[in-house]
């Protein structure tokens, strides 16, 4: 299937029977590694890894991801030809513990646990204590000696299987179970008695065949592929989906599933069950970090029934069994060289090892301990850098949400600028600039936001909106602020008329307090709250490390001088895009563009436009002064006029008012301005193709205070940018005019300074002629926004409210405006890039769109050799890390 988007190539991408399938593990035979992921997942490729390095593993196997691919396409059933195999590797269990499965004397028991290739931690599910039925229960109590360990095991079971495999909401027996410890006056599981136990396994079993109206299966085998299946089910799960979703995880790779005879921390004082972490996952500080619980099985640590002991007083406890944890959590991290996230028991005080990952952890965890392994000379810094995730840092450069907070959930929509945000929602931008003032700190709800919303924006602490995608208007200037933005919130039913929001069932007004949470999409009722980032030397550490390595430079989309000393405090090295008609939304100015755009005659135009320009001289001066000898790109105006002028009856009158113009004549004007499809109408070049005193008004500008800055002997490298073109004759006029327009003010004041007129290339067109549009350019910049809204046919706007299916269908594997879609878009870019240094060799070529800050994109246009990419001042740092980790990757292919 070809899929938007890199698609990660399957290990194994037949569908014929593969020829192996089931990979035996025991001490000293492990038939699979570590470097089989693919085949194996994570547990199952670490655990025969750990059996190879001779830790105490119990013996096991596991049956591959290819299996799951034809568990579904046999509609969800096990191919019988998978049968035999497992029977065999059974067998072979058997043989290394001497018990057998189902034998009524000392009967073998299993775990059936998932593992896929990526951990999904707790996504998907385990069954533990198979092959216990009422004969080989009384087996096990005889051989374990031990009756009350043997029930509790089977009634465990039974609460596990009939939820896991049939489905009956578990919770019914869990309150049985409660009930009973309720009648007896006793708090903990480990107080009920065998009689006790066999009571409710009695009871759980007459409540399975009430519930399902099937019989608990008595027969082992029945079990076992009963279990299997529901492992593979389990990978379709809506909570496994979801994490796929989020962490990108293809549904095509499957999961394995791991068989492995059960060790028991169940079996009195002396045995425990316990996970724990090499090193702490929240801070990274280098502690062995973990917990456990005396006489329990694994999912009691998880269920949070019983409180569990930290690790720190194992020692005390057990201190065999800790001993050698402590050896083996050393040798795992020293092998693996990274945290791991492990999981043990202990069975009459002997230690067995059940998983090891490397894992979880938080982005400043991360962080300390790369820095901390590279001082202990476990990794070298280039490994430091493949490790991280870029996108992670994100985490670090906003306040988010206190993890520990409670919180309500109202509704979920695009995580479209992260950040934990909370204030009064307010429904217009005059409301929340007005709130604001008044010291409060506002929300600002939209159905979407169009440009003249910015100063609301500017103003509100978050943006929700109802509709619009990833890079719709709010998204994008919302990331651009670093401003928290929960865009495309579909749940959510917004009521200009009566300033009201439903979601959930509550209505929402004016005033009412709510919570974003721009990094997950979620929306929460009240204020939830948050914590400030710090940045530590972790960070600045790992920056450097970054930008020795890295061979693109990272600049910022910055529009005010407030942005672009964020984007230089976060190393950003110039500006790679700054969209001037976000200028145009001052107070001050907002009328004099209007004026500029209801012109009927050119010297009315050139008047409004003279107010206009001192406004646009300052702007660019203080962007030139800020960068301080960093390139600055900034583009000439891009969209449509009618996004400048009001529209409301009321709005029109009160602007007539103001400027003194006719009211009738003014609304005849606006409406003549009106367009169908406006994105792809009068706007970027073309509006300097029709009115030519616009861009010749901001080349004034720009060379203005170009002037300036070279008279106050400052360093500057200003960069035109000329938006939308689709021609090569487009450009050559304009370009020619807009040279005409510096040289006449460099004539004028007396001064020279370099400067470049260059293009976006954001319509297919430009890209598949850039060997003609390169003769008109000095350089490129790819608008990859438009570019995959123009390739693809997709309103940039409104396709948010179908993109999830697609991208959970697998149509596309992640929503092309945020991640490009390398296939289709990123080969025009590539024809772009090529064509452009065909005409000239060292073309200079960037990227300003989203896709500028998003990782796997990075990656990309390293691939294709752009010399910098772009990004909201925010994702400087990401794209730092990210384009280091693109130039590693790529040095580590060749
Ligand atoms: C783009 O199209 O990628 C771009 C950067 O321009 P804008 O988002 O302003 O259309
Ligand atoms: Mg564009």
Redesign the pocket.
């Known amino acids: 299937m070809e899929t938007l988007t890199n698609t990660k190539s399957n290990e194994k991408a037949t569908m014929a029977q593969p020829e192996k399938f089931v990979y035996f593990f025991a001490a000293g035979e492990a038939e699979g590694n570590a470097s089989m992921k693919n085949t194996l997942g994570g547990k199952g490729a670490n655990l025969a890894e750990m059996t190879a390095i001779g830790l105490p593993v119990p013996p096991g196997f596991t049956i591959s991801t290819d299996i799951c691919t034809h568990f579904y396409k046999e509609g969800g059933r096990l191919p019988e030809w998978v049968r035999p195999k497992v029977i065999e590797a059974l067998q072979k269990v058997e043989n290394k513990i001497g018990k057998k499965f189902g034998d009524i004397k000392n009967p073998l028991l299993v775990s059936v646990r998932s593992g896929a290739r990526a951990s999904m931690p707790g996504m998907m599910d385990t069954i533990l204590n198979l092959g216990l039925n009422d004969q080989t229960v009384e087996g096990l109590a005889q051989s374990s000696n031990n009756p009350r360990f043997a029930w509790d095991s089977y009634r465990r079971f039974i609460q596990m299987y009939s939820d896991v495999v049939m489905g009956m909401n578990s919770s019914l027996l869990e309150v049985t179970l409660e009930d009973m410890k309720a009648d007896k006056g006793i708090h903990n599981d480990t107080d009920l008695t065998t009689d006790d136990l066999k009571k409710l396994v009695k009871k759980f079993k007459d409540m399975v065949q009430q519930m399902t109206g099937q019989s608990f299966p008595n027969d082992p085998f029945e079990q076992l592929w009963g279990s299997i299946s529901a492992v593979f089910r389990s990978w379709n799960t809506p909570r496994a989906i979801t994490y796929r979703d989020l962490h990108g995880i293809p549904a095509e790779w499957g999961t394995a599933v791991n068989v492995q005879s059960m060790v028991f921390g169940n079996l009195g004082d002396d045995s425990a069950t316990g996970v724990a972490f090499t090193r702490n996952p929240s801070t990274g500080e280098r502690k062995f970090y973990g917990e456990y619980l005396i006489n329990a099985q694994g999912e009691d640590v998880v269920a949070g029934i019983r409180t569990p002991q930290p690790i720190s007083t194992l020692q005390e406890v057990m201190p065999a069994p800790y001993k050698d944890l402590e050896t083996i959590y050393q040798k795992l991290e020293s092998y693996f060289k990274d945290m791991q996230d492990i999981e043990f028991t202990i069975e009459k005080n002997k230690l067995w090892m059940l998983q090891t990952r490397n894992g979880k952890r938080t982005a400043k965890a991360a962080l300390q301990i790369a820095c901390d392994m590279i001082d202990e000379k476990m990794i070298t810094e280039e490994e430091a850098i493949l490790r991280i995730d870029p996108a992670s840092l994100d985490q670090l450069l906003h306040p988010t949400l206190d993890p520990k907070a409670q919180k309500v959930e109202l509704a979920k929509g695009l995580p479209a600028s992260p950040g934990g945000v909370c204030g009064q929602i307010v429904f217009t931008p005059e409301d929340a600039v007005e709130m604001k003032e008044k010291g409060h700190k506002v929300i600002l709800v939209r159905v979407e936001t169009s440009p003249e919303d910015i100063a609301g924006m500017v103003a509100a602490q978050g943006i929700l909106t109802s509709r619009g995608g990833m890079?719709s208007h709010a998204a994008?200037v919302a990331r651009g602020m670093g401003k928290c933005c929960v865009a495309g919130c579909a749940d959510i039913e917004v009521n200009y008329n009566t300033e009201t929001f439903k979601a959930k069932g509550y209505i929402l007004k004016k005033g009412d307090v709510i919570t974003l949470d721009g990094s997950t999409g979620e929306v929460f009722l009240g204020e939830v709250k948050t914590i400030e980032p710090k940045l530590d030397g972790t960070f600045n550490r790992l920056m450097t490390m970054a930008d020795k390595v890295r061979r693109m430079n990272v600049r910022a989309n910055a529009d005010t001088p407030k942005d672009a000393q964020t984007a230089r405090d976060f190393g950003a090295q110039g500006i790679g895009?700054c969209?001037t008609e976000h200028m145009f939304f001052g107070a001050d100015r907002i009328d004099a563009v209007r004026e500029m755009i209801i012109a009927e005659t050119r010297p009315e135009r050139e008047k409004a436009l003279t107010k206009l320009l001192p406004m646009q001289r300052e702007d660019f001066y203080q962007l030139f002064k800020i960068m301080d000898g960093y390139p600055v790109t900034i583009r000439l105006l891009?969209p449509p006029l009618h996004e400048f002028v009001p529209h409301t009856d009321a709005e029109i009158n009160e602007l007539a008012k103001r400027i003194n113009y006719d009211a009738a004549r003014l609304k005849n004007k606006i409406q003549s301005l009106h367009e169908f499809n406006p994105m792809l109408g009068h706007r970027g070049c073309r509006l300097a193709v029709t009115f030519p005193e616009i861009y010749q008004m901001q080349s004034r500008a720009i060379a203005e205070a170009a002037a300036q800055m070279v008279k106050e002997g400052k360093k500057l490298v200003p960069e035109i940018m000329i938006?939308l073109i689709a021609t090569a004759k487009e450009l050559e006029m304009l370009r020619a005019q807009t040279i005409e327009a510096v040289e006449k003010v460099q004539k004028e004041k007396g001064v020279k300074f370099d400067y470049l007129v260059g293009t976006?290339i954001?319509l297919p067109r430009a890209a598949v002629t850039a060997h003609e549009i390169a003769k008109q350019a000095d350089f490129f910049s790819f608008?990859?926004?438009?570019?995959t809204q123009t390739t693809l046919g997709l309103s940039r706007d409104d396709s948010s409210r179908f993109l999830g299916s697609y991208v959970s269908q697998g149509i596309f594997a992640k929503d092309p405006f945020v991640s490009i879609d390398q296939v289709g878009v990123g080969t025009l870019v590539k024809t772009g890039v090529d064509l452009g240094r065909q005409t000239k060799g060292n073309l200079k070529v960037g990227v300003?769109?989203e896709h500028g800050g998003d990782p796997d994109s990075i990656e990309f246009f390293e691939n294709v050799n752009l010399d910098y990419v772009s990004c909201s001042p925010f994702r400087v740092p990401i794209a730092r890390l990210a384009a280091a980790r693109a130039t590693l990757l790529r040095k580590k292919k060749k």
């Open positions: 890079t994008v895009l969209r891009d938006p976006m954001e608008g990859t926004n438009d570019l300003c769109g």
